[in-house]
């Protein structure tokens, strides 16, 4: 219930957010403007997912942006110099962001090396990897494979095409994390990560799996943006890292572990795409970054006085003053 009632809190944020803004600018509400919020929101869930799975199983993915961008960069490289068809080089671009969480995985659970430390070095290396391969140019698909950049720009049933990737993404996460084993294993290593290995959890290969279920997701949405951008460049994907943990964060994850929903790293996808279109649309782009930043920490800050308020009246309830009951004995074999 608690971390549902933040959800509604969150929710409530985003509204009032979409409120103010249409005040501000009426464009807001226009139909390009909310599609292409729809669009952006859809995106950022996108990753941001994978990002909170990490986030719920203690541990952090720095590398979100760079694996956005390495796969983008790889299907654009691939399709217009390498000689590839358009299918098999999105393929070949997944299955480099499957290694790369792989080998984070690996080397985060195998070896016990901190998270932070394993991404942020992947971060660095795979942006420099772009830029290499680039040469510090665009590379894009100089208006080819139309059907493929549909995928990003297009639309299906009155919605941008990347909406449904993001719905079939939602669906999927929310019933592994809340309905599977999987999910409760993951909250369980959040929350006390010795605790679990010592409850039977295969700690190591849980930790495995979020790295690559986040590797999966962010190249999900790696290949969207490129599709509608439709250029890739070294920078592509710059700061998208943050975005995942502001998202994730503004939803109710919480950086210890252990806590987050599905539904609220889509509603903190939403606050954050929505605060940097009202920045946008009234005049003010270069203050995007302060912005966001001011919401995000009024966010949290408020989320986190309303806790503490809650557990100090909990702590002032006064105790029951029922008369003591004998503890009845547990016949041997019963638990």
């Not at 942020?120 to 290499?132: D, Q, S």
Request: glycine content about 14%; hydrophobic content about 50%.
């Amino acid at each position: 219930m608690r971390g549902f009632k933040k959800e509604l809190t969150m929710l409530g944020v985003m509204i009032a957010l979409a409120i103010i803004t249409a005040v501000l600018n009426p464009v807001f509400f226009g139909g390009d403007n909310l599609r292409n919020n729809i669009r952006h929101i859809s995106l950022i869930s996108l990753f941001a997912l994978g990002e909170a799975i990490v986030i719920i199983a203690g541990g952090i993915d720095l590398s979100v942006g760079s694996v956005i961008c390495i796969t983008g960069v790889s299907t654009s490289y691939l399709a217009v110099y390498g000689g590839f068809g358009i299918g098999a080089a999105v393929a070949i671009a997944f299955g480099i962001a499957l290694v790369i969480g792989v080998i984070q995985g690996g080397i985060i659970a195998r070896l016990g090396i901190p998270p932070f430390v394993v991404t942020l070095g992947f971060m660095l290396l795979l942006r420099g990897i772009a830029e290499v391969l680039t040469g510090g140019t665009d590379v894009g698909f100089q208006g080819k494979y139309e059907g493929f950049r549909a995928l990003g720009k297009g639309e299906a049933l009155g919605l941008p095409t990347p909406f449904w990737f993001a719905a079939g993404a939602i669906a999927i996460v929310s019933f592994v994390m809340h309905r599977t084993l999987f999910g409760r294993y993951c909250y369980a290593i959040g929350s006390n990560a010795e605790a679990a290995r010592l409850s039977g959890v295969p700690v190591t290969a849980i930790r495995l799996v979020t790295f690559l279920g986040a590797a999966l997701l962010s190249g999900v949405a790696g290949m969207l943006y490129v599709a509608y951008l439709p250029t890739a460049t070294p920078s592509m994907g710059s700061s998208y890292e943050l975005h995942a943990v502001a998202a994730a964060v503004l939803g109710g994850c919480s950086l210890q572990g252990g806590k987050g929903s599905v539904f609220g790293v889509v509603i903190g996808a939403g606050i954050l795409q929505i605060t940097f279109n009202a920045v946008n649309l009234i005049g003010q782009s270069l203050w995007q970054n302060v912005v966001a930043g001011g919401v995000i920490l009024a966010a949290v800050i408020i989320d986190q006085l309303i806790e503490n308020r809650r557990a100090l009246g909990g702590a002032r309830q006064p105790a029951s003053t029922s008369a003591p009951t004998t503890p009845t004995p547990v016949a041997e074999g019963q638990s």
